[in-house]
């Protein structure tokens, strides 16, 4: 599954290292998304040329067509960590034969719903799970865990703050920005 430390995911990295080193702003990426509502509570996501669906179960308001949010939370979580270790198990020269992660996160509804505005509307915690094989010890796939945890987007974004500006635009309001 995962090479030596010679192979194309290393020269991205290498490429990029050298396109950026002279001017920062060169890093800068935007990556974006666009929603519409369908049904109850459902949405179409279009992001670049993919479109995904989103649905709640039934318990939940919806009709239970598609993952709900949270459970897509999981899934960009896990597949960031993919990538991640994909790409640090290169850059490191650790050897992955097999690599799968598990996650799950408690939510208690009652934040979600305003039912008891001490409890917060998202995860109170998730467990990631990752199960790795490889010839390696086990202190050179701590090492690529912590290299991981310290370098993917997806789980920083969920453990540091990251300032959200929502902006409402109505016909009556042409553009106010509301701090989220």
């Not at 202190?139 to 920083?156: G, I, S, T």
Request: hydrophobic fraction near 45%; glycine fraction near 8%; aromatic fraction near 6%.
């Amino acid at each position: 599954m995962t090479a030596a430390s010679d192979t194309p995911l290393n020269d991205i990295v290498d490429a990029t290292a050298q396109a950026v080193a002279g001017d920062p702003a060169k890093a800068q990426v935007l990556f974006s998304a666009a929603g519409i509502a369908e049904g109850a509570v459902g949405s179409a996501v279009t992001a670049g040329t993919y479109t995904v669906r989103v649905d709640e179960p039934a318990a939940l308001g919806g009709a239970g067509t598609a993952p709900n949010p949270v459970e897509f939370y999981l899934a960009a979580l896990i597949s960031c960590q993919v990538v991640t270790y994909r790409f640090w198990a290169q850059r490191l020269g650790i050897v992955v034969d097999g690599l799968r992660i598990d996650a799950e996160g408690d939510l208690d509804v009652r934040g979600f719903f305003g039912l008891d505005d001490t409890v917060r509307a998202g995860f109170q915690q998730v467990r990631v799970t990752v199960h790795i094989d490889g010839p390696e010890p086990a202190q050179r796939y701590a090492e690529l865990q912590a290299a991981v945890d310290a370098h993917c987007p997806v789980l920083d974004i969920s453990t540091g703050p990251t300032p959200v500006l929502t902006t409402l635009i109505t016909a009556e309001l042409e553009n106010s920005t509301v701090p989220a």
